[in-house]
């Protein structure tokens, strides 16, 4: 009876509030919405579910029992509290009307799901108290993850601000912001799915990969070590990767749809048929969104927005063991930078079309540019991979003469780009080109700054230039088509942008050890004093080396320069026009990249203490070494003229590097190979250093092949063509004349 008569009074409130004029019943109206309010305060265990209310359990303030551990009642929102409440956390949270047929029927779901998730473990590992609120393994403090309702007949402006337009409607919130709306259907194991999808993006990892054994509607209790009847078997066939891709898809895209979309109108803008920068928030939801085709296309291609992208195959161990990893970056990057992640299996097209071929593929993308990450795949490789691709990928920043000497500071590769007020678009269009190709490797700033340009002696514009410690190189080509030629640039880049004694790694090793003589100090972290003072050791020796080096070249130019000018001055001493002519088109051609590389770079000895121990039967903890590595020839020297042990010193490796670096060297090689690959690495070097002299043996030896092979053809076919002819055949003493055939022998 209580029930009927506070519908019928609330409908008698409502049909007063829809009055726009005063009318002598008010205050008798209002005195009704009082008795009404002063009912539902007063409602018995069964009011709520008289009047129809999904969660009765929490309108009745009852706890519940589930697996032996007792729930709370289910938090039931209220208008005035709504905002404080759902500030914190995430929020699943129904809207429905007590007066709904469809909020009746999954109200027992919904308290089921609620009773499920609250009592589970977060590490099933880990024994639970029947306490769960006191246990930090618990759901709700190890997710920080909650379920509520909200009765939108009761609370009608609440819904109204969200836009409810049937009930019951399920709204996920995250610190008091709508993430997003769940679409689907309405029962157990939909619900669950969109529930265990949102926690694998707060704790990555922590879900199990099968899914969960859910319970029967309005049951007490459940095996949670059991396998689910239905297992949700993510990245171990293409069929299952294709179903949670497609499942991830719909959550993290349409969430990222419904954050983005309303603000994202200048995604598809064009400024000057060129696509712009989306002013959205970048990857709101802090997950890594599954793309198709048509997204890739929509967000990425046409866009100017920077994105980080996966592309995998579900099959792969490799995919499997970066999926962690991959997810936990996405939620570090959380409104940064947008991640992405695509399977090849099912967009086979555009795999083909990135050119992916093997798997995972990590490119970075920008617009119609794009880079591929070839680093490590742990968590803070590829964190700090995608912070340094966003500060570059933001485009060349601008500074002045302080702001670069305070980026000197931190910064131990800067390419700077001066320009004035006649420098074009297109340069720096070209410039802007450059920035994806030095994400990981060094910054790129461009200025104009007069006491720069002064610094570094610049004179014309505009000019490129790399500091490497303070020591600036510049690009040599001066004509404005050579300044927008992006591969002549870019391969100058790459030849200039490690710096000065980088640290070998597994990503950089090739690129410092190919093609030239390393100098390669092998340190040890653990003793900090000295691993200071080694590299600084190692550093002196590379700057004076570099000094050394750039002085004999430039007295080599100039000798070369003197003798052709003495070549011109004699021919017109003797009025030889000739020899005037033919000594003016003398060319000097010489360049530093002619002369064998030596570079300079140290390795953790710890953390390679194998592949160094195994290498070049050193162990770092015997004591700091260097060793000058020549990869190419697979040798190395470790050792002094003296035969002591070259050690981390400016004296010890200025000494020693001069006698490797000659030709043929005067201290004798070890080697990392056995004695045939010896053989073969020592010829290979040796065609190397003297090709044509290599060529002529080479040719020599094809002759005499050829030489050798005819007289044996000659000499074969004599024997077996003729059966008359004659020939002396001495055998011992005697000498016997005899054609060997039955003709007569004159």
């Known amino acids: 009876m209580r029930a009927l008569l506070s519908s019928v009074l609330l409908s008698l409130v409502f049909a007063s509030q ?315 990057l959380q409104g940064k930078l947008n991640v992405g992640e695509v399977n090849c299996d099912v967009e086979v097209r555009l795999c083909k079309d990135v050119r992916v071929k093997g798997y995972p593929t990590i490119h970075f993308f920008r617009g119609g540019e794009r880079v591929e990450y070839d680093g490590l795949r742990g968590l803070g490789d590829l964190v700090s991979y995608a912070k340094k691709a966003l500060d570059i990928g933001m485009g060349v920043t601008y500074v002045d003469a302080a702001a670069f000497k305070e980026m000197e500071e931190t910064e131990e590769v800067i390419f700077v780009y001066f320009y004035d007020h006649a420098t074009t678009k297109e340069d720096f269009e070209t410039l802007d080109r450059l920035t994806l190709s030095l994400i990981g490797h060094a910054k790129l700033v461009k200025t104009d700054s007069a006491v720069l340009a002064d610094r570094f002696k610049i004179h014309t514009w505009p000019r490129l230039l790399v500091s490497r410690d303070g020591r600036p190189s510049y690009f040599n080509a001066l004509a404005p088509k050579d300044m927008r030629d992006f591969r002549k640039v870019l ?85 030889d026009q000739r020899a005037l002519r033919a000594a003016k088109s003398i060319r000097i051609q010489i360049s530093e990249e002619d002369r064998k590389q030596v570079g300079f770079a140290w390795v953790d000895g710890v953390f390679w203490e194998r592949w160094i121990r195994t290498t070049y039967g050193i162990d770092v903890k015997n004591g700091e070494r260097v060793i000058i590595n020549d990869e190419d020839s697979k040798r190395y020297w470790d050792t002094t003229m003296s035969g002591g042990y070259i050690v981390p010193s400016r004296t010890s490796i200025l000494e020693t590097l001069p006698k490797v670096v000659s030709d043929p060297p005067k201290i004798s090689p070890k080697y990392t190979t056995g004695a045939v690959e010896q053989v073969f690495y020592q010829a290979r070097g040796a065609s190397s250093s003297h090709p044509w002299v290599s060529l002529g043996m080479m040719v020599g030896i094809v002759i005499g092949v050829a030489l050798w092979g005819r007289r044996r053809i000659r000499r074969a076919r004599g024997v077996g063509g003729s059966s008359g002819g004659g020939f002396f055949q001495l055998d011992g003493k005697e000498g016997l004349l005899n054609g060997g055939g039955l003709g007569k022998v004159d």
């Open 18 to 332: 829809s009055l726009t004029t005063p009318s002598p019943e008010a205050p008798q109206l209002a005195k009704l919405e009082d008795e009404v309010l002063a009912i539902q305060n007063k409602a018995p265990v069964d009011a709520g579910a008289a009047a129809g209310a999904t969660n009765s359990e929490a309108v009745s303030q009852l706890p519940t029992v589930f697996n032996g551990i007792e729930v709370p009642p289910m938090k039931e929102l209220t208008g005035e509290g709504f905002v404080e409440e759902v500030k914190d956390g995430y929020w699943f949270v129904k809207h429905y009307s007590p007066f709904c047929g469809h909020c009746i029927a999954i109200a027992p779901t919904w308290q089921t799901l609620y009773e499920f998730y609250y009592t589970s473990k977060a590490v099933p590992s880990v024994h639970q108290s029947a306490n769960a609120q006191a246990s930090l393994n618990s759901f709700q403090p190890y997710y920080n993850f909650h379920f509520a309702s909200i009765d939108c007949i009761a609370f009608g402006n609440v819904c109204n601000d969200h836009k409810i337009e049937h009930f019951p409607t399920f709204l996920l919130y995250k610190d008091g912001q709508l993430l997003k709306k769940f679409e689907g259907r309405k029962d157990m194991q939909t619900l669950s799915h969109f529930v265990e999808q949102v926690l694998e993006s707060i704790r990555p990892g922590s879900r199990p990969k099968e899914g969960v054994k859910l319970p029967e509607v309005g049951a007490k209790s459940v095996d949670s070590a059991a396998k689910p009847d239905v297992p949700l078997k993510k990245d171990k066939d293409v069929t299952a990767g294709a179903l949670a891709g497609s499942q991830h898809m719909d959550i993290a895209s349409s969430a990222a749809a419904d954050t983005v979309k309303p603000q994202a109108t200048a995604v598809t803008t064009k400024v000057g048929g060129k696509p712009t920068k989306s002013s959205a928030t970048p990857n709101p939801i802090g997950t890594s969104i599954a793309l198709t085709a048509e997204s890739f296309l929509r967000l990425v291609t046409t866009t100017q927005d920077p994105w980080f992208i996966k592309f995998y195959a579900p099959w792969c161990h490799h995919c499997q063991a970066l999926a962690p990893n991959w997810s936990q970056m996405s939620k570090e």
């Open 491 to 575: 391969s100058w880049m790459q030849s200039v942008w490690l710096p000065i004694v980088p640290e070998l790694t597994a990503s950089n090793s090739r690129e410092i050890m190919h093609g030239r003589i390393v100098v390669m100090g092998i340190l040890s972290r653990e003793r900090s004093d000295e691993f200071i003072l080694d590299k600084r050791e190692i550093k002196n020796a590379a700057l004076e080396w570099m000094d050394k080096e750039t002085h004999a070249f430039q007295l080599e130019r100039q000798e070369m320069r003197d003798a052709k000018q003495l070549r011109i001055e004699e021919a017109e001493d003797r009025n």
